[in-house]
């Protein structure tokens, strides 16, 4: 397969709301499909289960929302009434299980209004331990042993730990490969464009997990084989837009504007998990010790405030940023509440940042591609200052 191909295959399985992957997987295996919202669940103890984990990013720009907008305020973020469209739909019936992670509120007033809705499918409210210490650890491993329990059920299948510790590893492997992906944008972003780079990493959501590792693969080792520009753009972080997903064309009018995009938390579920999952010891207490202890900073997580700002500055200094573009979905809580902190942060350390707001299904393309076209051309004339 060529690049152009296996980069429109992804587009495919990104745009295709009737997950006809799915389908064909287990018609193929047999074994059944978990979803989840983002931004993190444990993929590890589903595909133990033998059963397909896939990411739900809401319709983006390719549904429109009549039914969906009846159950939800306006003044919230788009994604909870494109997931209760495709839900009304029949996009999702396809899906054994939902997994609604603890993201903000929104999420968790979705996972309660589908378990009114949609009775007959197995649906769970995931919470996660806001006390990193051992108070916070013993009820996160409590939560994993019930799903565990619940994954057993839907399943028909024992988790063992061989089993688990084959999912663990696994996955790990999937995570280096894209820490490869996203080393090798940084050196070469001029190669690995930022529009591919997401809709590989937005595949992540969809592919069984060795399938997608090989495709990974496949993808850095044609992209660098490509003859391309190297243009004189600026290099940038873009941050907040860790839970709903901007649009493609977003995507690439911030590429068109003059910024190489250098790091990103787009789809964050699958590189959630900093380093490798221990492959000692009891592997349900290593997946819960890698997320006590090996995860990202986002707004959904606790982070105390002397450090608040200081992973997305260490991301600056290792990536050899420019600078940070803050886009977050319109009405998203948790980026917009932290963005002052993170912008207090980044102006004490003379790092220049610029923001804007979006949604799934924005019309705003052109103003904000000559908003960060302007911030690229500013940090070009005057760098820092």
Known sequence: MGLESLVQRCEDLCRDLDFNYVKEWKKKTGSKAVAFMPIYVPRELIHAAGMLPVGIMGGGDDLEIIRGDAYFQSYICRIPRSTIELGL???LDCMDGFLFPAICDVIRNLSGMWKIMFKEKYAKYLDFPQNLGKSGKNFYVQELQQLKADFETISGKKITDES???????????????RELYDLRSRYPHQILTYEAYLILRASNILEVSEHTRLVRDYMALAMKKSRPNRDYVRVIVSGAFCEQPPLTLIRALEGSGCYIVDDDWVLGARYVLGAVSGSGDPLMALADSYMDKTVAT????????????YLIRLVRERRADGVVFAAPSFCDPALLERPMLQDALTAENIPHTGFKYAENTGQIQTIKEETGTFADSIKLWGAE
């Open 89 to 91: 739909g029949g996009k």
């Open 164 to 178: 688990l510790g084959r999912s663990n590893a696994l996955y790990n492997e999937n995570r280096e490969v894209l």
């Open 299 to 310: 707004g959904s997580r606790h982070e105390d405030a002397s450090v608040k700002g200081d």
